[in-house]
């Protein structure tokens, strides 16, 4: 299941220690998985061209292997709706550490913030974990975690186990959310991270925006063993 | 690798007794063996010699008898040579009682003694251990006999890294009368592993419930381990310790740090229907119910009380651990009511917990117990008896065991554990209904029955 393109965006991305995030969506991207459209911009006018082509607003983010959690250096700005702006974010980006571009891509609004993720047991080897996602995850902690690979069963439970369970599935007046395509992408996630036994540390993907049509992975963060 | 030597041994030799030192670890347990177990046991020590009035062996290779099961208790620097000459004599197996390996940084003589089992299909436990106890067998413990509390014979196998909270749970074990088949202290566990002993005890006849004490899997073993239990028509209850994330190393993803290494560990027990037990109170408790009931139940809880007061604390408990407390019907009530005796009728009150009240007699307890245990969402009934009580006779245990067999649903009960109320305590355990001395324990016997089972 691994292709030659991922061997090589791992084995590219040892000397960081971990995946840059363009790396990391075209990875998941090319494993079949639902990223949001993106480009990695090194100047104002591919910025500017990309956004014309999606259409604004878009989501700016840092890329820079220094950088590991881009919030902590205020290396992400959402709701772009202007080249200003978006030049704007460009050019205090470049003053951040290790500075290797701007990472431009569609907004994904609506629906759910959730973290799929996944870690190399010591003991039990992959594990995936599902949880309420965003900034406040480790606040939170309302997660479920299991053995991968998961099948149908696993999957649903790891939904119904979470506290929060209720707001995926329509709390007051809001969509639920495809709770199919949730489990689809589980399960998928879990058989990618048997494959990357070996290779990976852990993975994050947070958040993975679910919608009620659509779990789109917005953000991914690969470490890499050491 | 045929592990049959090491738990019905027929012969057992001592090897590193000493002709000086009574106290010698070696010689309590030639001593214990020789005097008080059926297996044929020699004494084994270069200097040869007399001990007990039996002659001790020059070596292993001095003995004509095939020796089923080799206990090592000489220095760690000599135990290599000794199991290549047990290899070679042809003994079965052996126990590594000695200290002095992986467990003080000496990887290089266990690797050794690895290596060499390995190769001949040789099973041994150890190093670094109390070894195996099975009751009225075999006893391989440094542990003088008098000393030792030691559990009636039953169905629970218990296997534990550490040899101190063996002995400690079998004295616990004893306390509440939970049987025991086999008792095996791991050590470093250089050959033979919790994965080892699962596959064996799940074919063991005498075995009906498997539970270790367990501080941590080797890579990877942890994977291998939960597949087995899954596949394992016994019950599997797992103690873990080493649960503080004290000592673990930063990490710099989400996932990793909420998925610690408990926390993945109690998660894939759950997963795979293993029961993990929180504490010894747990432990003790879930043993004791899966030794009397191996079928996985629902969640239904019926209560039958002689106080109020005892029904409110079990509900409680019951939430806690996610049990349910089905109420019962009305036209449930009115049979329950119709059946019990009259000074009873006006004052019980009648949905779950049904509390009959400091008046209620044993013919109340039988008929509520039976029409509850009837009921298709109730899995499992809870008994709270209060001995003190003037309608309670010690006759109740065996009448309320009776119709648990009977109707074929789980009972459960709490008596306060003091001697006097011996007769009706026994009246449930002898009859096979497990008897807890609090009322969370009981509750936490009928979780256990409800844990039992991939989630």
Redesign the interface.
């Given at each position: 299941m691994l292709t030659n393109e991922m061997r090589d965006i791992i084995s590219g991305s040892v000397q960081w220690g971990w995946v840059l995030e363009p790396d990391a969506k075209r990875l998941f991207s090319l494993a079949g998985f639902d990223v949001p459209r993106y480009i990695l911009a090194r100047t104002h006018d591919e910025a500017a061209l990309f956004a014309a082509g999606i259409g604004y607003p878009v989501v700016a983010k840092v890329v820079s292997p220094k950088v590991i959690h881009k919030s902590e250096v205020k290396g992400v700005v959402v709701g772009i709706d202007s080249d200003e702006k978006l030049f704007g974010a460009f050019d205090r980006f470049s003053s951040i550490e290790g500075f290797s571009g701007m990472l431009v891509e569609e907004m994904v609004s609506g629906g759910v913030e959730l973290i799929v993720g996944a870690k190399m047991d010591e003991q039990f080897g992959p594990m995936v974990l599902l949880g309420i996602g965003g900034v406040g995850v480790e606040i939170y902690r309302d997660t479920s975690l299991k053995m991968a690979p998961l099948d149908e069963k696993d999957a649903a439970s790891m939904i119904t186990s979470l506290t929060a369970h209720k707001l995926l599935e329509g709390y007051r007046g809001s969509d639920p959310i495809a709770m199919d395509v949730l489990i689809q992408t589980l399960r998928e996630f879990s058989e990618l991270v048997m494959e990357l036994e070996g290779l990976i540390a852990s993975i994050d993907l947070n958040p993975v925006m679910c919608t009620a049509k659509r779990c789109v992975a917005a953000d991914a963060r690969i470490i890499l063993t050491a | 690798m045929n592990l049959d030597p090491l738990f019905e041994p027929a012969t057992v030799a001592v090897i590193g007794v000493s002709s000086t030192n009574d106290r010698h670890p070696a010689n309590v347990i030639f001593s214990k063996n020789h005097h008080r177990y059926p297996v044929k046991v020699f004494a084994v020590n270069p200097k040869g010699g007399v001990l007990a009035g039996e002659k001790v062996f020059t070596s292993i290779t001095a003995i004509e008898d095939t020796v089923d099961l080799a206990v090592i208790v000489a220095r760690a620097e000599l135990v290599g040579d000794i199991l290549d000459e047990c290899i070679d004599a042809g003994v079965r197996s052996a126990a590594v009682i000695s200290g002095g390996f992986a467990e003080v940084g000496r990887n290089d003589l266990q690797e050794r003694l690895a290596m060499r089992a390995q190769q001949a299909g040789f099973p041994f436990i150890g190093p670094n251990c109390l070894g195996i106890y099975v009751p009225n067998l075999v006893d391989t413990f440094f542990l003088p006999i008098e000393r030792m509390v030691k559990p009636d014979p039953g169905n629970v196998a218990f296997i534990s890294q550490s040899g101190g909270i063996l002995v400690d749970q079998m004295i616990k074990f004893a306390d509440e009368r939970i049987g025991l088949s086999r008792a095996v202290s791991i050590g470093n566990k250089a050959i033979i592993k919790e994965l080892d002993l699962l596959k064996y005890f799940a074919r063991d006849p005498k075995t009906q419930v498997i539970a270790f004490y367990v501080e941590?899997?080797?890579?990877?073993?942890?994977?291998a381990f939960?597949l087995e239990a899954q596949k394992c028509p016994k019950p599997v209850v797992v103690m873990k310790s080493g649960k503080s994330p004290i000592g673990q190393k930063a990490?710099?993803?989400?996932?990793?740090?909420?998925?610690g290494?408990y926390?993945?560990?109690s998660?894939?027990l759950a997963?795979?229907g293993i029961v993990e037990a929180a504490n010894e109170l747990e432990l003790v408790s879930f043993c004791e119910s899966l030794s009397a009931y191996q079928k996985p139940i629902g969640g239904g809880i019926g209560i039958v009380t002689g106080s109020g007061g005892h029904g409110a604390m079990a509900v409680d408990a019951c939430w806690k651990n996610g049990l349910m407390i089905p109420s019962i019907p009305q036209d449930i009530q009115d049979r329950i009511k119709q059946n019990l005796s009259p000074s009873v009728q006006p004052i019980a009150s009648l949905n779950n917990p049904v509390d009959l009240t400091g008046s209620g007699l044993d013919e109340d307890f039988v008929t509520t117990a039976s029409i509850l245990s009837a009921m298709d969402d109730i899995d499992c009934v809870l008994v709270l008896l209060l001995p003190y009580l003037p309608g309670i006779t010690s006759d109740l245990g065996s009448k309320l065991s009776a119709i648990s067999r009977q109707l074929g649903k789980p009972f459960i009960a709490y008596v306060p554990h003091v001697e006097k109320y011996d007769m009706l305590i026994e009246g449930f355990e002898l009859n096979g209904t497990p008897v807890s001395p609090s009322i969370e324990g009981a509750v936490l016997m009928a979780t256990a029955l409800r844990r039992n089972k991939p989630?």
């Open positions: - | 941590g899997f080797g890579k990877n073993e942890g994977r939960v990490v710099s993803s989400h996932t990793a740090s909420l998925a290494d926390e993945s560990f998660a894939v997963q795979y989630c």
